[in-house]
């Protein structure tokens, strides 16, 4: 059996290659676009945990507060507290370098006395105090930074830290990989009292870091007790957690884009498997008539799959992970945009990944062609030899499949009208339902025109009332078109949607007609400020009518990362940049002037 297998399934292949081709692309798109997603969503997560890594350290509990920054005033008292075996603090600043046109996140560490579980990446380094101190503007980078841009030791960059322009020093070169596999290369460290200085953060702190002496429970308890209620303790487990939440939903949509994908590929696999299939049920009802049990005709066909199956899985491996490569700067374009990070360096690959593929290809391709493969397998051998065809079995199943189409659409919009959308996932139930039925509609919307063609030469209408005599193959085809347009419009119309938004927020509340930043500002909760004696010769300068000055930062609400925005309403055309979704906005807009309230966006509101 297994000579025959190879021998037929050789001659098969230079018969119809171009089916056991579409197989094997079926597969490779499933395992390359899930994979290619993955990859994408595993390497995100890396850099939102480098990241914090480097600023934590080894640290057992961190001291934050809601706001960008808290007083230094507060390192005394967390190191007095019982329980704290060592602590000490952190200022992290955005820095731009001009010539190189690269910003790097900067962290103020205490270079002068390191402690123990300071970064490794600083504490393992032979540090000269006396350099540092003499030497302003004293940094150390990471080496692939130093590679990259051609930086060497005692070679002084010029950079941008808000409004201050200044000349910083390569003091040393390390590698922060040592902290975090994913560490940026444009991490880089300044002595904390010069990371003040420079910022014009004095007296204040990003972040304290603690190491506990005893259990982690009881320091954390300690320290709530003593620390005043705004100020928040958390390990950098939880604040791993947390940054993994803001991910959820950006890293859900890719995924439902790449099942989507893997959806269409089980279409060309069913397809491809029903065609083949049925060009052969002669030679399987031979084998039957001669002996072969129906379980043996399933393996010889599901063993047929499964060689397809891995040659699909063996082309999506490296197309995925090309994929991923090709995607990486979109994916860092969001990143960087919307959640604030360093963009992504390199891609995390883990083994689960591939397995996850190679389980997907696999599987896929015995899910696609299960069916038909039942269908010749279970058949009566008399069956496969008459000339009664697959397709006359699908005429008969197109009604009672319509109605089942009809059927889980209403279930599930009964079900999302009952619950409601308060349940954030009622959307993908919506369409999963419509994926499930749009293949169930096909075989009677094809047989349904089928029938109302008349054609009288031949041409369009000839052909299109042939397709009910290959429903079958036709109605799956239909079906994997249908499915991909339906995505594409439902995205197409939802990136609409997102676009039209940006534009109503635009044309109501930007009315400024230049606008003035620093080079090293990367969005709420950046410490790039702008001087306020700059502000003031902005508010002199020849053909300016009036500065409408704007401050906004991160606040932590309830567990919530929420932007505050801090504006003016000095200008007449202010307060047409925020419509109120209430009435009596003039007293609204009283109180909001005198410092009584606050606007809160309907998003925010809602939630």
Do not use: C
Not at 193 to 206: F, K, P, V
Not at 457 to 469: E, V
Not at 528 to 545: C, K, M, N, W, Y
């Amino acid at each position: 059996m297994i000579r025959y297998f190879f021998t037929t399934l050789t001659a098969q292949f230079r018969k119809s290659p171009g089916l056991y081709l579409l197989t094997v692309a079926g597969v490779a798109l499933g395992v390359a676009s899930v994979l290619a997603i993955q990859i994408l969503n595993t390497s995100a997560v890396a850099a939102f945990e480098a990241g914090i890594e480097t600023l934590s350290g080894e640290a057992d509990l961190v001291v934050r507060g809601s706001a960008p920054t808290i007083p230094e005033t507060l390192l005394p008292l967390v190191l007095s507290t019982p329980g704290v075996g060592a602590a000490w603090p952190v200022v992290s600043v955005p820095v731009f370098l001009p010539e190189y046109e690269t910003t790097l996140r900067v962290l103020g560490l205490d270079l002068v006395t390191p402690l123990p579980g300071q970064p490794t990446a600083t504490r393992n380094m032979e540090l000269g105090i006396e350099e540092i101190l003499n030497s302003p503007g004293w940094l150390l980078i990471d080496e692939r930074l130093a590679k990259t841009r051609q930086l060497s030791p005692n070679q002084r960059v010029e950079a941008s830290i808000g409004t201050e322009q200044t000349h910083l020093l390569i003091g040393a070169v390390t590698d922060f990989r040592q902290i975090h596999p994913h560490a940026s290369s444009r991490t880089a460290v300044l002595d904390i009292a010069e990371a003040q200085r420079l910022t014009g953060l004095s007296g204040r702190l990003t972040q304290i870091n603690v190491i506990a002496a005893e259990d982690s429970d009881s320091v954390e308890r300690n320290l709530r007790s003593r620390l005043p209620a705004s100020i928040r303790i958390e390990r950098p487990q939880q604040q791993e957690s947390s940054a993994a939440g803001l991910l959820r939903a950006f890293r859900l949509n890719l995924t439902a884009l790449s099942l989507i994908s893997l959806f269409v590929g089980l279409f060309l696999v069913y397809a491809s498997s029903q065609a083949m299939l049925i060009r052969r049920r002669t030679e399987f009802g031979t084998l039957r008539s001669l002996g072969a049990t129906r379980l043996e005709v399933f393996r010889y066909i599901a063993a047929e799959v499964m060689l397809l199956g891995l040659s699909g899985v063996l082309l999506g491996l490296p197309l995925g992970y090309w994929l991923a490569e090709l995607n990486l700067h979109t994916v860092n374009s969001t990143l960087t945009s919307v959640y604030l990070l360093h963009e992504i360096e390199e891609v995390e690959i883990s083994p689960y990944i591939f397995l996850l593929g190679i389980f997907i290809g696999l599987g896929g391709a015995l899910l696609g062609a299960v069916i038909p493969a039942l269908d010749v397998s279970t058949a009566d051998p008399r069956a496969l030899l008459s000339h009664i065809r697959f397709h006359e079995q699908t005429t008969t199943a197109a009604r009672p499949l319509l109605w089942a189409g009809a059927g889980v659409l209403v279930l599930a919009s009964v079900w999302v009208a009952a619950v409601g959308l308060s349940w954030k996932p009622s959307g993908f139930i919506l369409g999963i339902a419509l994926l499930i039925s749009i293949p169930l509609f096909m075989p009677a919307l094809v047989q349904s025109l089928s029938r109302k063609a008349q054609p009288h030469r031949f041409g369009f209408l000839f052909s299109l009332k042939s397709l009910a005599d290959r429903l079958s193959t036709t109605s799956i085809a239909a079906a994997a078109l249908a499915v991909a347009v339906s995505m594409l419009i439902g995205i197409t119309l939802m990136v609409g949607s997102f676009r039209k938004t940006v534009e109503l927020w635009i044309n109501t509340s930007i009315v400024a007609d230049v606008y003035v930043t620093t080079d090293s500002w990367e969005g709420p909760g950046s410490s790039a400020l702008i001087r306020s004696s700059l502000i003031d010769q902005l508010e002199t300068f020849p053909g300016v009518q009036s500065v409408d000055r704007l401050r906004s930062f991160t606040l932590d609400l309830g567990g919530l990362r929420v932007i505050v925005v801090g504006v003016e309403m000095s200008s007449p055309k202010s307060r047409n940049r925020y419509p109120l979704a209430q009435a009596g906005s003039d007293e609204v807009f009283e109180k909001f002037e005198k410092g009584e309230g606050v606007l809160v966006s309907e998003p925010l509101a809602r939630k």
